[in-house]
T-cell receptor, first 116, second 118 residues
Framework: GAVVSQHPSWVICKSGTSVKIECRSL??????MFWYRQFPKQSLMLMAT?????????EQGVEKDKFLINHASLTLSTLTVTSAHPEDSSFYIC????????????FGDGTRLSIL | AQKITQTQPGMFVQEKEAVTLDCTYD???????LFWYKQPSSGEMIFLIY??????QNATEGRYSLNFQKARKSANLVISASQLGDSAMYFC???????????????FGTGTLLAVQP
């Protein structure tokens, strides 16, 4: 089946640092990738949608300058949390899908980010 | 109005029994897809099953089946012969405008936490 690799799985860092999270589709070409944030015991909150080679589309309320998304190839997207603060601590999870409306999103294993 | 509604925040089921997780949806688009995902405590989201709005038959994948009732706008997930490893959070999701102009976004429900008891 389709595999999406997300790295790192767990990050602890100091307030003010920037953190980059990678999302790779290992065995398929991901025309679209998504970045979600999930708070404990809640559903996934879509942050942004990115299509390969174009700028990401951010959901309302998500700061573009805070959460930088790059989707430079059909197999790699990155999310950079810039100048992270404790309120940015969360579970971040990416997904990727092939072209086609009936294709499912395949998710990475997520990244637990803790800002101290 | 909520696009995806999962009314059961949590459920218990005995091992080896079947369980139904409810999902209702709201859309005016004739072309849509419904997805179910499983999220264990470790956090990963696992795709389980898909049902397209034009599909004539209910989707099945192993022990998972989808009870699709289009007129009632419901897409309940049925898990047969529950196993301890089925204990997880289950999310129902919908994608609208499947063909032509698709946004590709999934709209998720709030999830149902299933606990399988031995």
């Amino acid at each position: 089946g389709a595999v999406v690799s997300q790295h790192p799985s767990w990050v602890i860092c100091k307030s003010g640092t920037s953190v980059k999270i990678e999302c790779r589709s290992l065995d398929f070409q991901a025309t679209t990738m998504f970045w979600y944030r999930q708070f404990p015991k809640q559903s996934l909150m879509l942050m942004a949608t990115s299509n390969e080679g174009s700028k990401a589309t951010y959901e309302q309320g998500v700061e573009k300058d805070k959460f930088l998304i790059n989707h430079a190839s059909l197999t790699l997207s990155t999310l950079t949390v810039t100048s992270a603060h404790p309120e940015d601590s969360s579970f971040y999870i990416c997904s990727a899908k092939e072209y086609g409306g009936n294709q499912p999103q395949h998710f990475g294993d997520g990244t637990r980010l803790s800002i101290l | 109005a909520q696009k995806i509604t999962q009314t059961q925040p949590g459920m218990f089921v005995q091992e080896k029994e079947a369980v139904t997780l409810d999902c209702t949806y709201d859309t005016s688009d004739p072309s849509y897809g419904l997805f179910w995902y499983k999220q264990p405590s470790s956090g990963e989201m696992i795709f389980l099953i898909y049902q397209g709005s034009y599909d004539q038959q209910n989707a099945t994948e192993g022990r998972y089946s989808l009870n699709f009732q289009k007129a009632r706008k419901s897409a309940n997930l049925v898990i047969s012969a529950s196993q301890l490893g089925d204990s997880a959070m289950y999310f129902c999701a919908m994608r609208e405008a499947l063909y032509g102009g698709a946004t590709n976004k999934l709209i998720f429900g709030t999830g149902t936490l299933l606990a399988v008891q031995p």
